[in-house]
């Protein structure tokens, strides 16, 4: 796959689990992205990196932990979870100023 | 905070009818509203977007219409074929951000044969 990669595509794992997402741009873009797509509503952000920033939804709980080493990858630490957070979590890449965002294929995470 | 309202949630129409989905949205400042196209099991694609600058753009069989007086844009799609089938999303951009969206819900679009 060329574009937007996410590892790995499908991930199950229990409450006590400790994992991460992986995301990496090959666009040049210096914008990356975190979302959570629950059934029937919106994409919901979790976190936003573009250039210096970091921006993050408030609503997210800290057992999500983002880490952006560079403008190519962008990683969610996972730790503790609920079942609730099962999900698909999309990862997207933009050139800030542009506002047009390319989305990876997805992690989809199930929370047992 | 600012939102996006999509409708239908569901829409299902005949091959070969036209598909029309509508947004609103209500941050003023809003100037860049892109559609994409999630279908089944895959990434969501952008297939036609539109400027505050603009009120109309046509790509082939999709376009996108803006009124910025109302806040709401709709996309059309003509002569629809099975591969429409999908789910659609509309986003506004963060007025105040040159690289954020505020996305509708989504509209599940089914092509009857």
Not at chain 1, 40 to 60: A, D, G, I, Q, T
Not at chain 2, 3 to 12: F, G, R, W
Request: hydrophobic share 30%; glycine share 6%.
């Amino acid at each position: 796959e060329t574009g937007v990669t996410q590892t790995p595509r499908h991930l199950v794992m229990g409450m006590t689990n400790k994992k991460s997402l992986k995301c990496e741009q090959h666009l040049g873009h210096n914008a990356m992205y975190w979302y959570k797509q629950s059934a029937k509503k919106p994409l919901e952000l979790m976190f936003v990196y573009s250039l210096e920033e970091r921006v993050e939804n408030n609503s997210v709980p800290s057992r999500f932990s983002p880490e952006c080493p560079n403008s190519s990858h962008l990683f969610l630490h996972l730790h503790t979870l609920q079942p609730e957070d099962s999900a698909l979590y999309l990862c997207a890449s933009g050139l800030a100023g542009s506002n047009e965002q390319f989305f990876g294929p997805g992690t989809r995470l199930t929370v047992l | 905070g600012e939102n996006v309202e999509q409708h239908p949630s569901t829409l299902s129409v005949q091959e070969g009818d036209s598909a029309v989905i509508k947004c609103t949205y209500s941050d003023s400042a809003s100037n860049y509203f892109p559609w994409y196209k999630q279908e089944l099991g895959k990434r969501p694609q952008l297939i036609i977007d539109i400027r505050s600058n603009v009120g109309e753009k046509k790509d082939q069989r999709i376009a996108v219409t803006l009124n910025k007086t109302a806040k709401h844009f709709s996309l059309h799609i003509t002569e629809t074929q099975p591969e429409d089938s999908a789910v659609y999303f509309c986003a506004a951009s963060l007025g105040w951000s040159n690289y954020q969206l505020i996305w509708g819900a989504g509209t599940k679009l089914i092509i009857k044969p």
